[in-house]
């Protein structure tokens, strides 16, 4: 049995679905899965006694998720967990591209979430339940646009190689172009709407940014983030109305794991799962 261990310090959306997204159905024989976390902090502080915690849970998999993996504590967070023998795969959002040379150069994989958001930080504005409305608009925008479809296969490959000479380790920007193509539409309108709520995502996280770190007055933060979170409620409409498309069709594509950790597939509701053919 695999044991994957997953460390998350601060948030993206990504984060909240991510051991989820390997076992859905608590049915698979060939993993398990510990996850550690921070909560929403991210400090060097924090991550250090993150760090700290992994050696003793001897993973055979160490997957890094959060926010910018080049801020300060995601940085020494990479930093401490460096000398593990195991494979390492960090998953953050869009300012870690700047980075991509590093990590590879470090030995990382990666996967980096294109159209994972930042959120609209700033207290005038935000607070517990426009965090989790946030969150969960985003968390609709990825699945259904096919985003968690691709860190589904990706990360499951990576587990499939454990034991080999050179395991795979993924190493992609989760692009809107990628996701849409593993999302499996059939219908053109479907794909352009889901494509439109990616856009409109990738969008918001540019906002957002200008709103928590760039402008200075309150008045102007507080309107650009809250128009940031309008554009994300209307974004997660668009994924929504791409996949109930679908399901008007009866071609919505699902991809279950099996107990032994394979991939299955149907895109009838009404159909069994199964192994896809070569």
């Known amino acids: 049995m695999i044991h994957v261990c997953i460390v998350k310090a601060g948030n993206i959306a990504t984060s909240t679905m991510l051991d989820l997204l390997l076992d859905e159905m608590a049915s698979r024989?060939?993993?398990?899965?510990?996850?550690?976390?921070?909560?929403?902090?991210?400090?060097?502080?924090?991550?250090?006694?993150?760090?700290?915690?992994?050696?003793?849970?001897?993973?055979?998999?160490?997957?890094?998720?959060?926010?910018?993996?080049?801020?300060?504590?995601?940085?020494?967070?990479?930093?401490?967990?460096?000398?593990?023998?195991?494979?390492?795969?960090?998953v953050s959002d869009g300012p870690t591209?700047?980075?991509?040379?590093?990590?590879?150069?470090?030995?990382?994989?990666?996967?980096?979430?294109?159209?994972?958001?930042?959120?609209?930080?700033?207290?005038?504005?935000?607070?517990?339940?426009?965090?989790?409305?946030?969150?969960?608009?985003?968390?609709?925008?990825?699945?259904?646009?096919?985003?968690?479809?691709?860190?589904?296969?990706?990360?499951?490959?990576?587990?499939?190689?454990?034991?080999e000479p050179d395991p795979f380790l993924p190493r992609l920007i989760v692009s809107k172009e990628e996701s849409i193509r593993r999302a499996g539409f059939s219908n053109p309108y479907a794909r352009a709407k889901a494509a439109a709520a990616l856009d409109i995502a990738k969008m918001v996280a540019e906002t957002d940014y200008h709103a928590c770190f760039v402008e200075k007055q309150t008045d102007v933060c507080v309107q650009l983030a809250a128009s940031a979170h309008e554009a994300i409620r209307h974004a997660a409409m668009l994924a929504d109305e791409a996949r109930e498309i679908e399901k008007n069709l009866d071609t919505v594509l699902r991809t279950p794991h099996s107990r032994s950790g394979k991939i299955l597939k149907k895109t009838s509701l009404m159909a069994r799962p199964k192994v896809e053919e070569k």
Do not use: H, W
């Open 97 to 163: 591209k700047k980075i991509v040379p590093k990590l590879q150069k470090e030995g990382f994989g990666y996967l980096i979430m294109d159209s994972d958001p930042l959120i609209g930080a700033k207290r005038e504005f935000l607070d517990p339940t426009e965090m989790a409305i946030f969150n969960s608009e985003v968390i609709k925008i990825l699945a259904a646009a096919g985003c968690f479809r691709v860190v589904q296969e990706e990360i499951d490959r990576a587990i499939s190689s454990i034991g």
């Open 29 to 90: 024989e060939d993993i398990r899965i510990t996850t550690i976390g921070s909560g929403p902090k991210m400090t060097p502080e924090e991550t250090r006694r993150l760090a700290a915690m992994i050696p003793g849970l001897d993973p055979d998999l160490l997957i890094l998720c959060g926010p910018n993996a080049n801020a300060p504590g995601m940085r020494e967070l990479r930093q401490l967990v460096g000398e593990l023998k195991c494979p390492k795969i960090i």
